[in-house]
């Protein structure tokens, strides 16, 4: 593996960098209010529900058996957290879409070197709402089928044994395509053209996503995370060079 293919890291910081500057501050307050509100209640309700979710997905050992709960029990306690984490985190992305698909949109333009300070307009974010939302839809429903059969399979015992680090794999692919999406929107890439560009650049996009996930698993960091990602995956994406940079596909 090439070591430019370990460049999310890179990404993810010059985009927590960037954000903090005072030309973007103004388009984070936002998304972070959205942010703030939301994982609020979701910690308040994993943390007053994650003991029942526990015993839920652990299979139920016969007696003679019973000491393997001593070692099953924290491979549970990953499988829920990932599982928790991974859902919330969607969540919040769908809601907070249409301020994150702003943001991108001014972080290319300074990244871009047109304008270091972008003006806020409400006209301009009400206006990309609808396309942002029918995104959202799109990603969605690239989810939704996996997650369900990851879920199922989280309930099939000793299978189950697999589900966690599925689970893990997977949010870090969705890690990358969530992020890298919102410029690729922008720029009018279709879902299926910003699939291949992503493939066309895998390694470069499972270290984005993986150093994105972990990030994101750190407690108040998290919230400033999500546009810093924002941020770093529009750095990917005109690094990359963008919409003109995808090799075209040809048909088997």
């Known amino acids: 593996m090439p070591i430019t293919a370990l460049s999310g ?5 010059e985009g927590l960098k960037l954000i903090l500057s005072p030309g973007l501050r103004l388009f984070v307050i936002l998304p972070l209010t959205v942010n703030l509100l939301l994982f609020g209640g979701l910690i308040y309700l994993a943390l007053s529900q994650f003991g029942s979710w526990v015993d839920t997905f652990m299979p139920s050992l016969p007696e003679w058996l019973m000491f393997l709960e001593y070692i099953l ?12 984490f991974f859902t919330f985190t969607m969540l919040a992305n769908i809601i907070a879409a249409p301020f994150n698909g702003f943001l991108a949109e ?27 939302i029918g995104r959202e839809a799109r990603k969605l429903a690239y ?20 589900a966690a680090p599925l689970w893990l ?16 929107d922008n720029n009018k890439m279709s879902w299926a053209e910003m699939m291949i560009w992503l493939r066309q650049r895998r390694w470069k996009s499972l270290s984005f996503g993986a150093v994105t996930y972990a990030a994101l698993l750190i407690p108040v960091l998290n919230l400033l995370i999500m546009p810093a990602a924002v941020a770093g995956a529009t750095l990917f994406w005109v690094r990359e060079g963008g919409k003109k940079h995808l090799v075209p596909v040809k048909a088997p």
Do not use: C, H
């Not at 890291?9 to 910081?13: A, E, G, I, S, T």
């Not at 549970?76 to 928790?84: A, E």
């Not at 996996?146 to 399979?153: C, G, N, Q, T, W």
């Open 143 to 162: 989810f939704a089928p996996r997650a369900v059969a990851l879920l199922i399979l989280s309930f099939i015992p000793v299978v189950n044994l697999v």
């Open 106 to 132: 001014k972080v290319e333009t300074v990244a871009r070197g047109e304008d270091s300070s972008p003006p806020f307009s409400w006209t301009e974010l009400l206006a990309i709402l609808p396309r942002t």
């Open 73 to 84: 029990w924290p491979l549970f306690v990953v499988l829920v957290v990932l599982m928790v």
């Open 9 to 13: 890291p890179q990404y993810l910081r």
């Open 169 to 184: 794999l997977f949010g870090i692919w969705m890690m990358a395509v969530q992020y890298i999406d919102y410029p690729a």
